[in-house]
Nanobody, 115 residues
């Protein structure tokens, strides 16, 4: 059974940094695209960034120049380095992977940017 476990969220001051991690278990073949989404209170879930199995990243406008997505296939993990965080980045962050044509989601990780 494929499972995703996220870590690294928390409370950070405006301008600070956080690194989110998402580790995948239950897979034996190459994981496809890995991605990060977020959902702020009373808003729809939005795509932040994704990275292909060939290590090609894509970013939403809100993430460009501040966030970096990366993956480590040997660890079956995807990361999101977030810098220059703003209060509007406050949300629950979710990782998503595509594996053998199916989509799997992490449990979500709260990130709060506040002074």
């Amino acid at each position: 059974q494929v499972q995703l476990v996220e870590s690294g969220g928390g409370l950070v001051l405006p301008g600070g940094s956080l690194r989110l991690s998402c580790t995948v278990s239950g897979t034996s073949l190459t994981i496809g695209t890995m991605a990060w989404y977020r959902q702020a209170p009373r808003k729809q879930r939005e795509w932040i960034a994704s990275i292909s199995s060939s290590d090609s990243p894509l970013y939403a406008d809100v993430a460009k120049d501040r966030f970096t997505i990366s993956r480590d296939n040997s660890k079956k993990a995807v990361y999101l380095q977030m810098n220059s965080l703003k209060p509007e980045d406050t949300a629950v962050y979710y990782c998503k992977v595509i594996y053998r044509g199916f989509i799997y989601w992490g449990q979500g990780n709260q990130v709060t940017v506040s002074s």
